[in-house]
Structures are given as structure tokens and as C-alpha cells.
């Protein structure tokens, strides 16, 4: 055994690989603040086919699931069946689910309900003033409301199942 | 599911080759060695019908495996169907395994009737690195997950790579460059097993280690001049850490070639010759973690993936396994009979050649780590900017190409001093009549200005050298000087080859110095009908026009480009509009001519209002780049190809099997071995 | 000295100038060419070192801040942590044209440095979709392009 050789390769090797270990956990990506524990932003917004107008502000006092989806974004449709089940225990629970359209247009959202179900209302977005304000990236993005109005989970991509349960049950 | 079982058989093929190549190496067991290579025929095979399965179903958009579902669309032409393969992670593991099993079948085609004592190892380890990526296709990484329910139709690959031809070969040619390093690292792992380096193995070492660095050359250039093209910024280098993945193998098996070179002569260096190796098969792994594991901050950033710890906890393994058998036998190698020859020798100069190589493969290690030392340690989020890597990579460059024309002028062992000042006279004087010339027609940009000089110098040494043997040759015999220079070129193909892959680096070299050097950029805001001036051209904004592609919207704005009075025709960047995608991704508009490049890339296009604002870019020189890289590029093909007269002498040799490979003849490169 | 211990010397001597070199590298390189990620506040809390660093900022871009000037190239807004932010605002000068998306309450990343009177000189703007700060990259987001699919 060359225990200088041995020595030297440590030297390099094992910081090395203790760096990359810590980077893991971290996306390099992420936001320094998140949304997550702050007031929910503010909006008041128009239901799709005359289901109603929706103002976060009367919201208050019940839970709320905010749902950004498109008709054009594969993930959405993979959860979309799923949370319209999950929809149907919870809504009689005091949970409001809300889907907002996101960078679509209405009648396509129309099909994408036609095809994956539909349980509640999805609210239309003009601009996507209300997806800018939530800081929305890409679809699908779920954001669970407690009854003070503030965000409790961000779900970035698809609702993890589990988890998306355990968080309801919190704020109920 | 008949795709998920061909990388199940592949898989147990894999380990079976592994176990059997190790313990007949081992135990110098030919039964073993046989039960390898059987397993080594399985594993391509078995792995070439998973990919073939995996391209039938992306062409006919079978849409219940999970891959296809993923990357697929009915509306993408067929060419990215094709290329679709590896556009995301499952289906580059799956290409990775692959490649790894055409290595494994080379090596065992290339080794069946030589090197004994080393290939039943080498076979082993090249075999346990496939264990690895068949368990991440078996595995994590199933691109063959059966989808319930089957979608109607997917989303297509990332638009970014639909956005160019280059994206055809560029990944296969980094693949081929990556998985190639493991052939040399099991064959230095067997060499230090077996304690010894013969110089047929050695020879061998060096042609499986100049395949990956053919395949990695261009895989780099290519990446360079995709990024040049399509992401609209003018440059083709960022030092993002996926290019750093690539350029830190690259850096360290190019000094491996070159001490390896010192190796087979003179028996020198050989623990350190070995250490390069193993640390070029060791940064291809880092490179691919870095690529596939999210850890990184880049271009290419893929989102954080389950194989990332995976992956971390087989770089880790390779790691410590190598630095440990290196530590272990070392020793074992038999000791040089000669020193180095002293300060005017070739061999110092390679050695100097190492330094430097090194030295810039820790400075880019170091820049492309820091982040994350920096966020483990202080928790802040930052990059390490570019003008760090360019502070020492333009001096380390120019050094390195300094060192290109010092080492070659110098002969092997000791020169006279007649003798050095000969060598040196004419390619001196050719560097300082550039200097002074590029200085005295205006250009006065010091670093560019010492890289012509220093390129300059190390032309003439390169351009002497490739015709010095044939030279040689003609003073004696006479003749006809350029057939004997072509003959002795011809000769001599590894020398040849090599000189010319240095040809490829200078023109490089140049090239990046004038078109950073000169670089010329500007951004102007137009109306419909109005004109800029740049850099002697005219441009004229014409106006806008959409139009629809298959899987884009192009909103085009339309420019004539004149210079003087001359027109030169009209260039059209775009603002393109994928999908519902909410940013729209310029792509830029090239004019592309050997002296200088005019290079438009759109900011903002307003088509009603009438306006666009535009960055127009001058680089000069920028499209030898390329070039440079295809010289280099096949100047590793005529080092690597196999010359006649040394297959001759296989087929001639009496296929005796187990003889014991003759240490003193020439022994045939091993092109097979890659392939 | 032998033949042997001149080349050990020539050796150490050669292994020493370049441990040295990595030296000089380590200390003195990467400690001024670093660049910051932060958002408007973050910038505003590290103002002792904020000056003079190379900074990508990420914010949003605050309502009626927004002053083209398409004949001087010039650009000036003022970014803050989100769309409605009074407390950490930062003002923008830029000498190049807004981006495509680039609008009012958008999300942006801007590289460039913090001068001496507080305000913001930017080489780079990119717009992101979304207030978000995102780590920036040269060529679009293509982490973003991920979600991005034709018609269902």
C-alpha cells in the first residue's frame, strides 16, 4: 500500500464527495422565499359557464384549493381524476376547490373537464394576472388555503398524493 | 414488457460477464474468461434488442410505454421521433447502456485472440460499469413502464431540442465519448491488477482511450456550435457546468495521451499515466451526475431526478475503489531503467505539458464545484461567474498551445544546443513576425494578439514535424519530395494523426482568440423601412411575418443585409412561439462566411406597432471554430484507423489463441475495440 | 548532487510552482468573479458587499416603474420582491430593449451591478413568467420548456 498516493487521492476525493452529498436536497432553482406560509394574494375572478363569481376574501373562514391547470399539459391530466375524486369527500368536509384555467382557452378547458370529470368550478384568469401573483411557473401548480387565508403547501407538478391528504386533514 | 425483459437479460448478462471476467482474471482461469465474453455477446445483444424495441415504439407512437408517452407526439417530424431517444432521462440511460454494450462487444471482439494476462479483467470491469446502467434502465429509470390509461397522444420532446439538426448528433457523440472512457479505465485497472504493462497493452490502452477523445472532441464542438446557434446569445461557451462536465474528461485523457506516449518509450510515469486514466473515466461519471442529477445550476438543468443519489453513490464507489487499488499497486509497477533526460528533452516537456493540463482540469473542477462548497458552507446561492474561468483558462490555453510547439521541436532524450537553436530559429521568428505584423495592422488586444504569435510558432513546429519524416526520407533515397513526404506522413499514421489533431487545437485557438477578441455587439430598436449600421453592414428592417410550422409558431422579422453598395441578401431571426409555452425562445439568424459572422438575434419583435429590437453581433473568424474541431476530429481518425500492414500481420499470425502476445512487434491498434 | 537528486529537485520545484499557482487560483480568483442570486431585499440586507458584485436579481417589475426609451436604447423600471412591493425596491437602468414578454408585474431576472447611488446597472434582462425568482440561465429556462406540450 503507497500510503502517500492513498493520502493524496483522499485529499481530493472525499471533499469531493461530501460537497456533492450536501447539494443534494437543495434545487438549485428554488426560490430563496417561498410562498408557502404567506397571505394568499388577493383575486376575484369570474367562474367558467356562469358558475359564479369567486372572491378569496369571502373564502375566508374555509379552506381553499387552488388548482392551476391547461387542457394542453399531460401531468394536469394525469392528477386532474384524482383530485376530482379526493374533491368528492372533502367539499361536503367545508373544503372549496377551485381549478383556474391557465393560459388556455375556455373551451378547450371544456373538453379537458369533458374527458377527466369535473366536481367544482374553474375560474377564468384573463391575463394570467392571478398566476402571476401566485408566482405560478408552469402547470399543474396546487396551492392549499387554510381559514386564515394563507398558504399553507405549494404543490409544484402533480399533488403527491399522501401528502396532499395529510395537508387537507391539517387545515380542516 | 418484452423491452423491460431484454434489459432484464442484459442485466443478468452484465453481472454473470462482471463475476466470471473478474474471478478469471483473477484466478487465471480460462473457463472463466470464456463465460465472459459469452456474457459480454449477450449483453449487446440483449441491450441492442431493448433500444431497437424502444425506437419501434417511438416511431409508431405506442403510446402505453411510459418513454413514448413522455417524449413522443404524433405531429413531431420523424427525425426527432428518432432523436427523441435522447432527449430525456430514461431514454439516454437506456442509449448510455447501449453504448456501453457496444464498447463491451468491441473490447471482447478486439481482445479475443490477445493480452491473455489483462483481458479477462478488463472485460470484467467494463462489464461491472454496465451492471450499473442496465440496473438504472431495469430500474429507476424504467423507460418501458407500462401507462394506464394510454394517452392518445404526447407532449413531444423539449422544444429547445427540436430546434436544430445539430441536436442529432451532438448527444450520441458526447455518449460515445463518455461511455468510451470505461474501456481504458477497466484496461488500467486490469494492467494494475495484473502488475504489469506490456508495451502491446499499453499501445492498446492508448487507441482505447483515443476513441472517447474523438468522440468527446466533437461531441464539445458540437455542443459548442448548437449552443451558437440556437440560443441566441453569439457565444458557444458559457463555462456552464455541463460543458465543464465534458471539457474536464477531455482536459485529463488528452494528458493521459500524451504521458502515456512517455509510458510506452521510456517505462516512465506510469502510476501517474494510470491515475489520468482512472480520473477521465472518473469525471465522465461526475460529468453525468452533474448533467442528470439536478444538483447543478445550468443550461441544461434537468429537474432533480431519483437517480441522482444513485448516481452519487456510484461515483462515490468508483472513487474510492480507484483510489484505493492505485494506492495499493502502484508500488507493483516495475520502476523506470532511465530518468527524465533533462531540460531540453522532449520528456520534460511532456511533463510540463501535464502540469499544465492539470493545473487548468483542478481550476475548472474547483470554478464549476464552488457553488455548492460556497452553499454548504455559508448557505448563500451564488455562481462563480465566467470571467473567473476565463482569467486562467486564456492564459492555461495559450500556455498549452505554447508548449504544443515547444515539446514537438524537441527530440526524444538529450539535445545539443546547435541542435535546439536549429529547431528553433524558423518557428520563433514566425511567432514574433506575427506579432509585430498583427500589431503593427491595428490590432492591439494583448492576449489575442501573444495567441496569434504563440500559434503562429507552434504552426510552423507542427507543419515541420508532419513532413519532417518524409523529408528525411527523400534527402536519402530522392525522388519525388511530395510523395515521399505524403509516403512518410502515411508511414507514420499515429504521428501523423497526432500532428494533426495539434493543427485542429491551433485553429481553434485562433479562432476563439479573434472572435472574442473582436467581438463587435450592439442592440438597435427599428421601425418598419429604417436602417442601422454596424460593423460596415447595412442592415434594413423589412418588417414581420408569423408563420406556422408544425410544432412552432415563427414570428419572423425580415432584414437586408448589404454591405457597401453590394446586397448580401436577407436574414430572418424569429421569436418562436412553441405550444402554449409563455416564453417565446429567439432563434437567431446567421450569416456565416469563413472571414467574420453577422449575427442577429431578435430581443423583441412588435408587430403591430412595427418595431424590433434587435442584437446585432460581429465575431470574426469564429467559423474556423468548427473547422478546427473537424481537423481535430480527423486527425483522431488516422491515429486510431487500423493500417493495413499491421491487420496484414494479424491475419498472417497463426491463430494459435493462447500464445503469449509478442512484446517487441508492432501490435494492431485497437479501433475494434471502440467500435 | 547525483543525477537522481537534481531530477528530484527538478521535480519538487515543478510540483511546487504549480501547488502555488492552484493557490493563487483558489484564493484570489474565485472570490471576486462570484455572482450573487438574490431578490431586491436580499440586496438592500447585503448592501455592505452588494456593491460592485456581479448580482442576477430576481423580482417582479413594479407598476407604472416602466420608462422606454427606444431612441437613446435606454430602459429604467424599478423591481421589488413581489407585485406590490414598497419596502425593497430596487431602480433598473438598462441600455437595451425590453425583452419579448417583457411588461408591467412580470417576473424578471436581471444581471448586472449595484452602484454606488443604490441603483441598479443591468448588462442582461430576461423575463420569467412568474414572480418567482428562478435561478437564470442564458438560454431560457428549459426546466420551464418541461411543462410546455402541444395540444392534447
Known sequence: MNWKVLLAGAIIVVPLIVVLALGFGKDPHALPVTMEHKPA???SLDAMDGEGHFDLAELKGRPVVLNFYASWCVPCAQEHPWLVQVSRTYIPKGVVFLGVLYNDEPAKGRGFLARYGKNYPTLLDPGGRVAIDYGVAGVPETYVIDREGMIVRKFVGPVTPDEFLAVLEAVL | MLGRSAV??????????????????????????RWARAMAWTFFFAITVAIGLMEYALLTHDFSVSYVAKVGSRASPTWVTIVSLWSSLEGSILLWAFVQGLYTAGLAWFTRRRFPDHSSYALGFTMAVGVFFCFLVAGIANPFTPMDPVPADGPGPNPLLQNHILMVIHPPSLYLGYVGMSVPFAMGVAALLRGSIPP???RALRTAALVPFGFL??????????????????????WDPVENASFLPWLTVTAFLHSAMLMERKEQLKGWTLTLLMASFLLTILGTFMTRSGVFNSVHSFTQT???PVFLGFLALCLVFSVILLAARVDVLSAPEEGLSGPASRDTWFLAQNLAFTAF???????????????????EKISVGEPYFDRWGVPLGLLIVFLMGVGPALPWGRATPQAIVRRFVVPAVAGLVTVAGAWAAGLHQPWPVATFGVSAFALVVTLQELVAPGLARWRSRGGNPVV???TGMVRARRRTGGYIVHLGVIIVAVAVAASSGWRNQKEFTLVEGQSLEHGGYTLTYLGAETVQKSNRTEEQARFHVARGDRSLGELHPAMNHYGRMPNPIPTPAVRSVPAEDLYLSLVSVDPAAGTVSVQVIIEPLIWWIWVGGGVMALGTIIAVWPSRRRLSAVAGRPATGRAAEPSTNPVPTSTEAAR | MTPQAKRRAFLVAALLVAGSALAVISAGGIGDNLVYYWTPSQVHENADKAVGATIRLGGVVQEGSVDWRPDSQSLTFTVGDGAHDTEHTLVVHAKSAPPQMFREGIGVVVEGTLTADGSFRADKVMVKHSNEYRAPTDGGDVKDLYATVEEL
Open chain 2, 8 to 33: 432484464l437479460v442484459a442485466l443478468a448478462a452484465c453481472a454473470v460477464g462482471a463475476v466470471a471476467g473478474i474471478y478469471g482474471g483473477a484466478r487465471r482461469s480460462a473457463e472463466a474468461e
Open chain 2, 361 to 379: 482540469t483542478f481550476t475548472v473542477l474547483l470554478g464549476t464545484t464552488w457553488p455548492l462548497v460556497n452553499e454548504a458552507l455559508t448557505g
Open chain 2, 217 to 238: 472532441t466533437a461531441g464539445i464542438i458540437l455542443g459548442g456550435w448548437w449552443s451558437y446557434e440556437v440560443l441566441g446569445w453569439g457565444g458557444y461557451w458559457a
Open chain 2, 306 to 308: 431519483p437517480i441522482g
Open chain 1, 41 to 43: 394574494p388577493a383575486f
Open chain 2, 200 to 202: 502491446g497493452w499499453s
Open chain 2, 484 to 486: 515521399a513526404v505524403l
